[in-house]
């Protein structure tokens, strides 16, 4: 059993361990990084941004949202609208499975297990300021260190919708934070999508 004093910085490492078996490489600082233990750091980082006094099982949450993401390919499901909701609607549950079972193992109670399982499942994202948080902090990773290359790849008229359905799910602090980011050649469409 995991002593209370290292259980957190365990539970931690063990997250980092399962994603550092992503065999999808993104180069961060000239140094080749698993793509998930990227995001993981990202998640982390933007989260002691937004709110340095997080809560232990937010933390938690923000480490392990997108937990193995590559052992569930978008290909697995309809290359259609249905079968993307889908795709994501399985993510969620199998995000919180994995992240339960890792917790499990390192000796947490069984209410902050179910309240990681909860934040990850993003249940009563508008009720809760937690899961709302969790879900600002999607947003910053998505808009700071993917935006630009969904642009690229993208027309204009979808980066507009993906932004403004984004800037929708973020609290008023989290587009606040958003507005500080440098998006370059994308200033003028987030400009247009966000009417500033």
Not at 90 to 109: D, N, R, T, V, W
Not at 133 to 150: A, G, M, N, P, W
């Amino acid at each position: 059993m995991i002593t209370d004093t290292n259980r957190f910085q365990k539970a931690i490492q063990r997250f980092d361990e399962e994603n550092s078996k992503d065999p999808n490489l993104e180069v961060h600082k000239g140094q080749e990084l698993s793509k998930e233990i990227l995001y993981s750091i990202r998640m982390t980082e933007w989260l002691t941004r937004v709110n340095p006094e997080a809560s232990e099982p937010l933390q938690l949450a923000a480490r392990s949202q997108h937990i193995c993401r590559w052992t569930i390919p978008r290909e697995s499901y309809p290359m259609d609208r249905k079968g993307y909701l889908l795709w994501r609607t399985e993510l969620k549950k199998f995000h919180a499975e994995k992240a339960a079972a890792i917790l499990l193992e390192c000796g947490f109670e069984q209410n902050t297990i179910d309240r990681v399982k909860s934040l990850i499942l993003k249940k009563s994202l508008k009720t809760d300021p937690e899961s709302q948080v969790l879900e600002d902090v999607v947003c910053l990773v998505f808009l700071e260190h993917h935006l630009k290359d969904f642009v690229a790849k993208h027309s204009s008229e979808k980066v507009v919708s993906i932004v403004r359905k984004t800037w929708a799910k973020m609290s008023e602090s989290g587009q606040q934070h958003a507005l500080g980011l440098d998006f370059g050649n994308a200033r003028q469409l987030i400009s247009l999508a966000i009417s500033i």
